[in-house]
């Protein structure tokens, strides 16, 4: 047998042909009683939300009240996770920052990339890697 | 290419379902010996309601509305799942694909055996599409690729592995357990028990307990134990499927004997699937309802989006067993002189950590270099690099069949011998 195969599996690339968003479920709570939850029911009673949901249809939007607690709002995403944020006391513009904000997460807990300016590549170098066995031609030069 | 007239001989399957009326079906349920859907091959026309003879000792009031028996969601409930809706925009699903297909798609032959509402139909045609596109596009762009390694990147590009990835990362979720209650945006199947799941609380494993009865294999050799080993590229490309593995029944048999079909049915329902089996059908049947709904551009360019687009290093699937003899073979097949490794340079022959660069020359063509730390291993890995540039040579524009209809007429592409047989 001259030349077997190792079975692998491709691996996506998220946006290098279709691009999935990642976050798929967003849950208002928000409470009829406490004050702190005054921005976010003139945000669910605006037109902001709409036009939102308008244009993101790939996130299910739930809007639930949650008596007696500070407003929420819930991500819920394509890898598993979830994530909160606590609107209290926000005005509507804000929270609708904070909607955004978590529209463009993707779920994966907030970690600090080391080395500064990164760039991640699955693709082997053109150049290749440096080796000191094809560098005699150029000795003399430097 | 003539592309096919589609909405000739699909229309059963563009026309939304209906559950006819549901005692039918409720029978059939209750009795799953009696015949299931009718054979309708190329038909336009609609299903025809199949009369079932009532048992007379039954006294219960017909209710067409009564879908408390339906294995799945009914055909009505689609339109109102939000998590139907939104897993048709996070595909951008054109809107000639209705909720409804969406749905049917997501219902796996174990949740709904009634083939007019499961994604069987639609799966099988998805699966060939998927197998086509993914063997025309790597051909194409590798003409010289062996055939272990192409069966091997196909498996990488649509085998089960990666349409449950594919699955996962599209974010559909699968249900607990199939029903006509549960929402009609989860994937519905009956998931196979675990082979370490204990069998009515004894110590008995479930694995233990499985048969070899699961199918026949096609191989002439599967009865003998001794010859059962043997696993070589033309057995596979003849008794396995498109990714090299065995296949249990072949088509073929499934025409002469049509019982084989159903059997395979019921136990599959009566099993389950696996995770894995129920996210190919889910993919295949998606590429299939593209297929028809949309056209064949369509579904084109949905697979170049999800499919074809992820990362696959093919020079990575490799594995030689002795490079240099088919490197040598294969100059002698090439009509090149044949190979000879020299040493280009090293470094401390005599240490703990030797360098040896060794290339390999046919005549004065340096076919391959490679660097290790003794004279076998450098040469070694020249003849591999040799090899693999030799098998990965791609050609600058591809053109695959599929795309050639209309406009430029079709040039025929380099389809290379292959391997060497040693």
């Known amino acids: 047998m001259p030349v077997t195969a190792l079975r692998a599996t491709s691996t996506a690339q998220n946006g290098v042909g279709a691009f999935i968003l990642q976050c798929k479920r967003l849950d208002f709570h928000y409470c009829d009683k406490w004050g702190s939850s005054r921005g976010m029911n003139t945000f669910l009673r605006s037109p902001l939300i709409a036009s939102f949901a308008k244009a993101h249809p790939q996130i299910v939007i739930h809007i639930s009240p949650r008596p007696n607690a500070h407003p929420i709002i819930r991500g819920s995403y394509i890898n598993g996770r979830e994530k909160v944020i606590c609107v209290r006391n926000l005005e509507k513009e804000q929270i609708l920052q904070k909607v955004e904000l978590l529209r463009d997460a993707n779920g994966e807990k907030v970690k600090r990339v080391k080395g500064g300016r990164v760039v991640g590549s699955v693709n082997e170098g053109v150049r290749g890697v440096w080796d000191p066995f094809h560098t005699k031609e150029y000795r003399g030069i430097g | ?422």
């Open chain 2, 1 to 422: 290419m003539k592309g096919l007239r589609l909405l000739r001989w699909s229309g059963s399957v563009l026309s939304l379902r209906t559950r006819p009326c549901c005692f039918i079906h409720k029978y059939q349920y209750q009795y799953p010996a009696q015949p299931l859907g009718l054979l309708r091959l190329q038909s336009s026309a609609a299903a025809p309601l199949r009369t079932v003879s009532e048992p007379e000792d039954d006294k219960e009031p017909r209710d067409s509305t009564d879908y408390t028996l339906l294995p799945s969601p009914p055909p009505s409930r689609p339109p109102s799942s939000a998590r139907l809706s939104a897993l048709h925009a996070r595909l951008v699903l054109p809107t000639r694909l209705p909720l409804e297909i969406l749905a049917r798609c997501l219902v796996d032959p174990s949740a709904d055996t009634n083939s007019n509402f499961n994604n069987a139909s639609l799966s099988l045609l998805g699966s060939d599409l998927l197998g086509y596109y993914t063997s025309e596009a790597i051909i194409c762009r590798y003409p010289r690729l062996p055939t272990e390694v192409m069966k091997a990147a196909m498996a990488a590009y649509c085998g089960p592995k990666t349409l449950a990835a594919i699955t996962r990362e599209w974010g559909v979720e699968v249900a607990a357990a199939p029903g006509r209650e549960v929402d009609p945006g989860f994937l519905q199947c009956i998931r196979q028990e675990a082979g370490n799941a204990s069998v009515n609380g004894t110590g008995t494993q479930v694995k233990e307990l499985q048969t070899a009865a699961d199918g026949v294999s096609t191989r002439p050799d599967a009865e003998s134990p001794t010859r059962g080993w043997r696993r070589g590229a033309s057995s596979k490309t003849l008794y396995g499927d498109r990714f090299g593995d065995e296949i249990q029944r072949t088509e073929t048999d499934y025409a002469e004997r049509p019982e084989l079909r159903k059997e395979e049915a019921q136990r599959k329902a009566k099993r389950g699937v696996t995770l894995e089996q129920a996210s190919t059908g889910f993919v295949g049947a998606l590429m299939g309802a593209m297929y028809i709904h949309a056209g064949k551009k369509a579904a084109r360019n949905f697979f170049k989006a999800h499919v074809l687009s992820r990362h696959l290093d093919v020079s990575k699937l490799f594995e030689f067993r002795q490079p240099t003899r088919d490197l040598s073979k294969l100059c002698a097949r090439e009509g090149f002189e044949s190979p000879v490794a020299r040493i280009e340079s090293e470094t401390g022959r005599k240490s703990r950590t030797p360098v040896f660069v060794v290339g390999v020359f046919a005549g004065k063509d340096k076919l391959g270099e490679g660097s290790g730390s003794s004279l076998d291993e450098a040469r070694f890995r020249a003849a591999v690099g040799a090899l693999k540039g030799w098998y990965l040579y791609s050609p600058l524009e591809v053109r695959v069949p599929s795309e050639a209809t209309g406009g430029r007429p079709w040039e025929p592409v380099l389809v290379d011998g292959g391997e060497v047989v040693v």
